[in-house]
């Protein structure tokens, strides 16, 4: 256990070991700690509003995209789970080709889409294209939780006189809120590292910042300090989310399809 976790912490540490240095010494010398530490990296993260609204605008369109795929999947993966009805194990399949096809393939018609209705550089653009893999992973993972709950369980609720908004709101979603937070996570992952889609349908006022970070490559070099420090500013909203919900995540891999 010890050497598996040197070897997976053993890049992050040497990302943020970096992200103190300077150039110079990030290319002159090799050492296990900075030798001349400086926090002029993330101040100029801080400070420049191209860096920092490369966050703002990574943050905005995955957060709008989580809410609307969970939104849309829950009671798709309800239906799923709960009704039978003419083609819905085809609907089910083809619902799933979409996670198999590479974002490349939808590129030139989200962009001419997107352009032609105005929505082209804007978060809602990026937050709807990905929904196009999001929804259908969460209706896959949704639906095993689901399923795994007994039909009674719903029927018991309607003779005890609840409503189905009721029932579902208050009874069934907090049953199977291990199977949320699996899915949360996942859909937070996918868009935060996306990055050929959200690259190709923005260009300035909702760039992200895996498209900022492309930039430290100039004619004159690699600014591998800056890009170290963005390295590791970008790993903490995921560090933020496995955190809040690790123990759903825990309980998600056991109990659900993941």
């Not at 110079?24 to 191209?50: C, H, K, M, R, V």
């Not at 050929?196 to 006022?205: C, E, F, G, P, Q």
């Not at 600014?223 to 909203?237: H, K, Q, R, Y």
Request: include cysteine; proline fraction near 5%.
């Amino acid at each position: 256990m010890g050497l598996y976790l040197t070897f997976v912490l053993l890049p992050i540490y040497w990302l943020l070991n970096i992200s103190f240095q300077t150039n110079s010494e990030i290319l002159g010398s090799f050492s296990f700690w900075p030798q001349q530490f400086t926090l002029g990296n993330y101040i100029g993260i801080f400070t420049d509003a191209n860096w920092y609204m490369g966050y703002a605008n990574s943050l905005a369109y995955v957060l709008m995209n989580m809410l609307i795929s969970i939104s849309v999947a829950l009671p798709a993966a309800y239906a799923f789970s709960r009704f039978t009805f003419i083609g819905d194990k085809h609907l089910f399949f083809w619902l799933l080709t979409n996670l198999m096809a590479p974002p490349a393939v939808f590129l030139l018609p989200y962009f001419q889409l997107y352009y032609s209705v105005g929505l082209f550089d804007t978060h809602v653009a990026v937050a709807l294209a990905h929904c196009l893999f999001n929804i259908p992973l969460a209706v896959w993972i949704l639906e095993g939780f689901m399923s795994s709950v007994p039909k009674e369980v719903d029927e018991t609720a309607y003779i005890d006189g609840y409503s189905f908004p009721a029932f579902f709101v208050k009874i069934f979603l907090p049953m199977i809120r291990s199977g949320i937070g699996v899915t949360l996570f996942f859909l937070f992952m996918f868009s935060w590292v996306e990055l050929l889609l959200s690259r190709t349908l923005t260009a300035t006022n909702a760039q992200p910042i895996a498209s900022i970070m492309t930039r430290t490559s100039t004619a004159s070099g690699i600014d591998w300090g800056t890009l170290a420090a963005a390295g590791v500013l970008t790993i903490i909203p995921g560090i933020v989310v496995v955190y809040f919900v690790r123990n759903h995540i825990a309980k998600g891999f056991a109990l659900g399809r993941t």
